[in-house]
């Protein structure tokens, strides 16, 4: 009897237990979105760019995602890219997306962790993911470059040199590797202080230090604003580095020229000609009312089309007509006209020479004219010349 009510019992356990099994088990979502990475937390330096690479699987329906960064520390810039470009959303289908998190390390960042929480959303599913940034305390014995001036200004066309100093605070000799991260287009050498030649790696003994210049050349379109120049000394395991820092104030240079270049024109007294010019942001910083004008002879009539541009970016150009009018009362010949853009900071002007031509038909009425009194006097010397 017993035995019986043991195997009666056993049974409605088992019973129950598959009758419960789909109530206990996580159901999976026919459209969830999972949003991950390998490395959620990475160490980074100051005045550098690092990048999270993140896959975004999806369990459900093909769909479009929305990126978004929830959270992140206030003066660091971040952004998601895919396939090298600047993204906003995201297509989750059956195969994972591949997408990397950008982070732009501020150069005055101090050591501590810093979190990120981005977030991949879509038809009623997101996944949040948190990401850490570590910067590390410099260890005290460490190696070390230092600069007393740390930020320089000038123009774009401005070569800069810092001095710093690379100090070996090992307890032998090491030889560094040096190198710069610097935007795409700038030139950044190293050499020895106060000597010629170009280096890339040198050698310290224990405890002293050497002191080099860094020589930064910028690109002559770079934009006005400032520039991180995160340098390094890097010897195995023992790093040193300082962020340098160049201002690029604006220059500002305005041209005024044609899109083949020629500085003449063909003209017909009292009738407009029109001339195509193109007015160039030649400078590093943008130009705001910019205004043309004309000097021409007296009676003449020049004008534009447009007669004022808002905004020219700086390396920006932009067309305009100019309808050149000479007076009726000109004279066939070569004229100059000079004419000009102006904006508060620059200007930029081009001389025209305006070949006028008279009109034909006053040419016809002419010679009829000469014709007609000709022909008069021939009637009157036939007429009475005889008496």
Known sequence: MAKRLWLVLVTVFCTLGLLLTPLL?????????????DFPG????????????????????????????????????????????????????????????????????????????????????????????VIKEASAGGDKITTDYPVLSGTSSTNYQFRVTLTNNGAQERSY?????????????????????????????????????????????????TYNIPIQATSGSSKAGVVLKVNITGTYSLELTTPDGRLNVDAL??????????????????????????????????????????????????????????????IAGDYVVRLTANAQEASGNADFRVSVRTSTLWGVVGVLLILAVVGGVAWIFRKYGRR
């Open 25 to 37: 088990t996580p159901a999976r979502a026919s459209n969830g979105l999972l949003l991950a990475t």
């Open 42 to 133: 990475i160490e980074v330096q100051p005045g550098t760019t690092v990048t999270f690479p993140l896959t975004l699987t999806n369990s459900g329906a093909p769909q479009k995602v929305d990126l978004k960064v929830v959270s992140a520390p206030k003066g660091w810039p971040t952004s998601f890219k895919g396939s090298g470009m600047i993204v906003t959303q995201a297509f989750a289908g059956s195969q994972p997306a591949k997408i990397d998190f950008q982070v732009e390390v501020p150069g005055d960042a101090q050591p501590g962790s810093y979190n990120f929480v981005v977030q991949a959303t879509g038809a009623g599913a997101s996944s949040e993911l948190t990401l850490q940034a």
């Open 177 to 225: 590797s040096l190198a710069a991260q610097a935007p795409p287009g700038w030139q950044v050498t190293f050499s020895p202080a106060y000597d010629s030649k170009q280096i890339a790696s040198l050698s310290i003994k224990p405890g002293q230090n050497q002191g080099l210049d860094v020589n930064v050349k910028p690109p002559q379109d770079v934009k006005a604003g």
């Open 269 to 330: 007294a009292g009738r407009e000609s029109p001339v195509t010019l193109v007015v160039k942001n030649t400078g590093s910083a943008d130009l705001t009312g910019i205004t043309l004008a004309a000097n021409a002879a007296s009676s003449w009539a020049v004008t534009f089309k447009p007669d004022k541009i808002d905004l020219l970016p700086a390396g920006g150009s932009q067309q305009v007509t100019a309808f050149i009018k000479p007076s009726n009362e000109a």
